[in-house]
């Protein structure tokens, strides 16, 4: 049985991370492939750009949202907003 994990870190000066597996894992001798993919700086996308792209006008056919822009504020609140 093979198990895909993707996980994404910040490797530290030190160079060591821990992996803690899965429970389905099988415990015993096994093979782990590790890539280390860059990560850079997110494409910055110009206005045209974003208002030709799939993300204008999700909302549009809703109808339970009423105030797109005061549902997207409560959206990022609650999001911004940790429970403990």
Known sequence: MATTMTLSTDVPPSREL????????????????????????????????LAAS??????????DIGDSAEFARALRRSAWTRTT
């Open 18 to 49: 821990r992996i803690r597996v899965p429970l389905e894992v099988p415990v015993g001798p096994a093979e782990m492939v590790v890539v280390f993919l860059p990560v850079g700086p997110a494409k910055r996308r110009t206005l045209a750009e």
């Open 54 to 63: 799939e993300y204008a006008g999700i909302w549009a056919d809703r109808d």
